[in-house]
């Protein structure tokens, strides 16, 4: 399960200062949850403060997704702990064409800072013993393109289409990602305007959620138990991010974990004490979203804190139903973490999306 980047950094600056102490002489057994962590933080201390807030969290949650799918395509050679040459362009598109459960602006904040984040890994790989780097020119036509077809696709894919069976049967996909494109002088770019106009009302796939429904208790709480139940929370959550490391669980994390508190007292009658698995994943899909408004600060990794607060409940007794390994396997940290992205997208005004295709940078 992902950590919350506070968490990773920690850990990284750790293992940082263990180095100066030893001599490595051979490669270590490969741990992916050690090596995603420390690209990740190495990513957030070098670049956090590049970008605009909305495009450095897009482009977290696409570093994310490169690093699993590079250990992925040379899983063999990463967990045979050899060293990997990694072939970027074929992972940079696999990963796009994954990204099945995107907002369409997802795509449109991650095209400036594709060559970065591509260069990002190519620095690192080059001090590196575990991985190499293979990439060619960075073509910023060739990868709008690319970036259209995977609109293209996902549109498709949102309607409940087999993607094979469309392509097998004309040229649907070839001609939507062409009536995505402007044209100029210089560049392809974005009709942001069509493709706006295309995914109007169209409903973006949700990542896999397992476990069942769950309804609310027949019998509402009084106003003064749904009080108890939030001030319960309230001292709970601040004494579990006092007992945290230094800055770990954010002010955003604070706000979505008293959410569940609230939310499941409200709308579904029961205390924490009630609170089992098919509750919080429920709550999550349905409700979480009217109680917690998300921002765009430290969101990838966010969803894997629920299961982490769920730990300290227990170990405090405050829980009595929930069991703990199902909820970190059930798929609710990445769960969380894409709703809460694809919110914040769904919620942009076009200008900001125009303005963010245009300039990524934050202002120095």
């Not at 591509?118 to 036509?141: G, H, I, M, W």
């Not at 004309?170 to 974005?190: C, E, M, P, R």
Request: proline letters at 2%; hydrophobic letters at 40%.
């Amino acid at each position: 399960m992902k950590q919350g980047k506070s968490a990773q950094i920690k850990k990284f600056k750790k293992q940082k200062s263990l180095q100066k102490f030893q001599q490595k002489t051979k490669l270590s057994p490969f741990d992916y949850n050690e090596f995603a962590g420390f690209l990740r933080a190495r990513f957030f201390l070098t670049k956090q403060h590049s970008y605009q807030k909305a495009t450095f969290e897009v482009a977290s949650f696409f570093l994310d997704d490169l690093i699993a799918t590079m250990v992925q395509q040379n899983f063999s050679d990463f967990t045979s702990d050899k060293h990997v040459i990694v072939k970027m362009n074929e992972v940079m598109q696999a990963a796009l064409v994954q990204s099945s459960d995107r907002d369409w602006r997802y795509f449109i904040l991650l095209m400036p800072v594709l060559y970065d984040i591509q260069a990002f890994l190519a620095k690192e790989a080059s001090v590196s013993d575990r991985f190499s780097v293979q990439t060619t020119s960075f073509d910023p036509n060739f990868w709008r393109m690319i970036v259209r077809t995977v609109l293209a696709v996902n549109y498709f894919r949102f309607q409940g289409q087999d993607v094979a069976k469309v392509m097998s049967e004309g040229n649907a996909i070839d001609d939507l990602q062409f009536k995505f494109l402007s044209q100029d002088d210089k560049d392809d770019n974005f009709d942001l305007e069509t493709i706006a106009e295309v995914y109007k009302g169209l409903k973006v796939t949700e990542p896999k959620l397992d476990g069942k429904d769950a309804d609310p208790q027949p019998e509402k709480l009084s106003t003064e138990a749904i009080d108890e139940e939030v001030a319960f929370g309230k001292r709970m959550v601040e004494t579990f991010q006092k007992t945290a490391i230094k800055d770990v669980v954010s002010e955003q994390e604070v706000q979505m974990l008293l959410a569940f508190h609230k939310g499941l007292a409200e709308k579904y009658n029961v205390t924490h004490r009630e609170w089992t698995n098919d509750l919080l994943t429920t709550f999550a899909k349905k409700d979480l979203m009217d109680y917690w408004q998300p921002e765009w600060d430290s969101l990838d990794g966010l969803g894997g804190e629920i299961a982490q607060y769920i730990k300290f409940l227990d170990k405090k007794k405050a829980v009595d139903t929930i069991r703990i390994a199902a909820l970190e396997s059930c798929g609710l940290d990445h769960y969380v973490d894409i709703k809460a992205v694809n919110t914040l997208l769904a919620a942009m005004p076009m200008k900001e999306v125009e303005a963010l295709l245009t300039d990524s940078k934050r202002p120095e």
